[in-house]
């Protein structure tokens, strides 16, 4: 059974930084594409960054440049640093796994972050 578990949002001031994680069970962490995502309220989900199995990273231009993505494989666990916080990165933050081997792709139940003074 495939869960990815988020954790780590919550109230930080502009200018801030918030660290998330995605604890993942159930299939081989190690072989999968893993993203962050994120979604404000009245908006569509958006892609924030991901990372390939290999370590390969890509980010939303709005986020360059502030945020990390990383993985500890070995943890199962993936992670996003965000750094200089803006009002405009308030979302619910979203973990996805991208199965690719079995055409899967899961979710995580997400995290809020609230960016506010």
């Known amino acids: 059974q495939v869960q990815l578990v988020e954790s780590g949002g919550g109230l930080v001031q502009p200018g801030g930084s918030l660290s998330l994680s995605c604890a993942a069970s159930?299939?081989?962490?190690?072989?999968?594409?893993m993203s962050w995502y994120r979604q404000a309220p009245g908006k569509e989900r958006e892609l924030v960054a991901g990372?390939?199995?290999?370590?390969?990273?890509n980010y939303a231009d709005s986020v360059k440049g502030r945020f990390t993505i990383s993985r500890v494989n070995a943890k199962n666990t993936m992670y996003l640093q965000m750094n200089s916080l803006k009002h405009e990165d308030t979302a619910a933050y979203y973990c996805?796994?991208?199965?690719?081997?079995?055409?899967?792709?899961?979710w995580g139940q997400g995290t809020q972050v609230t960016v506010s003074s």
């Open positions: 159930g299939f081989r962490f190690s072989m999968a594409a």
């Open positions: 990372i390939t199995s290999r370590g390969s990273t």
């Open positions: 996805n796994a991208d199965l690719t081997w079995i055409k899967a792709t899961y």
